[in-house]
């Protein structure tokens, strides 16, 4: 164990606040000027730190990228169990939409928006980080219809149905996005896999 | 009128065709590059003219992309009325997914994903170009509503529950959009506006 490990593992150490440091400007550098826009001779000057500090960390950017998005999908979008499903639902379309507008969300679809020749692992992250929650909202799906709130639904169909609307509310900015449109949306799609099922 | 006019009405016409040159290097260049990577001098010298010709025709980006986008809504995406409103919706899905994997498609995205200093032009011209097919689907779903197919539907909330599925499942590019995709995204928001209607 060498002596950055050490550190890394003592909370607010001077390596875990490096690395958050450069986290937060990697992100500010993406959201201003894209992903191709992130230089590690910038990156480096405006977290202060030396290049060769920010290389250990991560020796390219896919490292680099990988890192951060995965850090910043662990911090956000809960899905929340209180036992209504409408309700539920609808806080996780609400902080899934607050998540989008920060630097790291739109950093995500800036990743999934990049033109690929076909093996591009940092897309592959991109795809990771959306399918990361897909088993908890199966799990949190699979009580409600045990409840008798939901029939039975498959989790990837169902969070392409609430949050695709959402991306695409949040990528208008035309105005914030509220509770009631939320609820809209869920209302909507927990009606519509109902009348499924009836048929 | 000028020659440049004149020539401009002639279809097939040099005129026009170099307008249509410059318009398809443009969006190959933002395809590749991002919004922030076009430059007139490249742009120039892939369509093969002069950098005088580009400045004479759009005398700034925004002017570019404001025709580019404009022309590129103009040719796609239509929205039928066969007198079956699942099956029309389910054609104007698949038309939307076709074009948004194209160059334009995507410049279109990357238009909305740029960050703005709260006056950007650009992104009112990507917004614009999202609503400039709303009439047409408000005209088709209160045809629908007309014929029984449908309760009564607002355009603007339709258009978001459909349209934001698509553009999440293409952004994944895991697999190509199919008719049934779109078909399974129809019927559930069908089905969810009559049970709106029923409660």
Redesign the interface.
Known sequence: MTVDDLRARRPGGRTRLVTERLRAAALEIV????I??LQYEELASRAQVGRATVYRRWPNRDDLFRDVLTHFAETTVQIENTGDIVRDLTTFLQSFAEASITPAG?AV??I??R??DGNDGL?HVG?EL?DRRTGELQRRLDRATEAGQLPPAEAP?VN??L???????V????RPFLPEDAQ??V??????????HVD
């Open positions: 959201a201003e000027s894209g191709d826009g739109r679809l800036q999934l928006l033109r690929t897309h795809v959306l169909f392409m149905m949050i695709g609307p959402v991306q695409w509310f990528l208008r900015r035309e809209a949306i209302e909507l799609v927990v009606a519509g896999l109902w009348r499924d």
